[in-house]
């Protein structure tokens, strides 16, 4: 347990993200006032906010009458970024000190990073300038900065084919899966226990479409990404009834991209990849997240590494060629050898995305939920890991297009997107920079209206699919209020 003790409310969240980027495996409690610790404490902070100075001061256990480290800072309140930045720096410098180390983020901790240097870019300045203010500001890597800037760079061309004056993006989400992850906090139910009520989901999510598609009539749908949970545990008629309504309900004459993540190799059949070829879909994912066959087994995943090759060979057979795999790097007991056994099995594949995961543990995941289980494996994530999975994408012929960042995430780096010219997924690009409205149907869904002077508002479906079935036009009612 590590405990940061304010004078006053303000800044709690930055203060709490940093120190656990550190520390992602320590309980870490900040709030106003001294308060009883449940557990042990591995250490004190204090911070106290003045006039026109910010105090801070570390204590280790059976020293707390005298600071291990204590900084003053002269600060303007009225100026809360800088504020901020500089509160974020001392704390930093601070923790560097006290572990031992240095973050590659520096004292980035929000999921979005690249939209530093996109802002700069869209305003004209050069990348030397945003080299040295990302070093000078934030403390972040040189090998992250020019990962970031050369993501930018990318996502900006790629986004001059949206229209977004008139335009938006369509998400459907389906929220069954085989069998839930260990590290899954995403909404999803296994699919055996809806199998019955699968078609009801469907009605309900039927309903939502007619509202979005008569409310955007006019506008040009841009991108739609059917995801979930795993979309292919539909059955391959209600897969063909999906993707009909979405076709008759919507103009698809603006559509860049149709994505369908196919996902979990043990729901992939060859019926289904027939129905997602038959109705023109663009661009599928097939995501083994290891090619180890015994980490398969702790993360709870029921198909194998020869289920995840027949699955690709099957797509490619059926003539699909944007073919997205999902890897996750960082899971229990693997290493960098078993990444770089993963990355020449994926190699030989020869996808045509690659999307590389850091293991976050997320507090809604059984593997967080149920820690004292399996807190003696091993997490392992390095700086020589992350460079191999580059490595290896470049060897593929592939560029980073995306990438972002989660809390808690394995060795505090980042999840990338790396894709073939011509094969990046714009929708991912959208999500994660936040430049187009989206309006996202299903249970879990977040729909985002994105406004002309950048502002962002949202509104949430319910995560339940009993809840969300039986309160369908309260969601539709929600998005009649956003929209």
Known sequence: MITVQLNRADFEYDIHSLVKAFFPSEDVSVGVGEREAEGEISFHIVTNYFTDSIEIMFFVPGEKQKPEQKRVMEVDFSDRKETKNRLKQAYYQMLCEYAKKSLPWGTLTGIRPTKIPMAFLEEGRKKDFIRNYMK?????????????????????????????????????????????????????????????????????????????????????????YIGGGTPTTLNPRQLERLIEKIKKSFDLSHCLEFTVEAGRPDSITREKLQVLREQGISRISINPQ??????????????????????????????????????????????????????????????????????????????????????????????????????????????????????????????????????????????????????????????????????????????????????????????????
């Open 290 to 483: 290891t090619m180890k066959e015994e980490t398969l087994k702790i993360i709870g995943r029921r198909h194998t590494v020869e289920d995840t090759v027949e699955s690709f060979y099957l797509a490619r057979e059926l003539g699909f060629d944007n073919i997205n795999m999902d890897l996750i790097v960082g899971l229990p007991g693997e290493t960098k050898d078993d990444a770089a056994s993963t990355m020449e099995a994926v190699f030989k594949l020869n996808p045509d995305n690659l999307t590389v995961h850091s293991l976050a543990l997320k507090r809604a995941a059984r593997l967080k939920m149920n820690w004292e289980t399996y807190q003696n494996l091993t997490f392992e994530n390095t700086n020589e890991t992350i460079a191999l999975t580059a490595e290896y994408a470049k060897r593929m012929h592939m560029t980073p297009y995306y990438l972002y960042r989660q809390k808690n995430m394995a060795g505090n780096f980042e999840n990338v997107g790396y894709a073939k010219a011509g094969k990046e997924g714009i929708y991912n690009i959208l999500i994660m920079e936040e430049k187009q409205t989206i309006a996202a149907l299903g249970a879990g869904s977040i729909s985002k209206r994105v406004y002309p002077d950048g502002r962002i508002e949202r509104c949430e479906n319910v995560k339940d699919v009993a809840q969300y079935i039986g309160r369908i036009g309260e969601m539709i009612d929600r998005k009649r209020k956003l929209f």
């Open 136 to 224: 000078e500001t934030y403390f972040a890597s040189d090998e992250k900065i020019d990962l970031s800037i050369e993501v930018a760079e990318r996502e900006l061309h790629l986004l001059q084919k949206l229209d977004y004056e008139n335009g938006y993006s369509l998400y459907i989400g389906i929220p069954f899966c085989p069998s839930t992850c260990l590290y899954c906090s995403f909404t999803s139910y296994p699919i055996r226990m809806w199998e019955e009520r699968t078609d009801h989901y469907l009605d309900a999510l039927e309903k939502e479409m007619d509202y979005a598609a008569e409310h955007f009539c006019g506008q040009h749908l841009n991108t739609v």
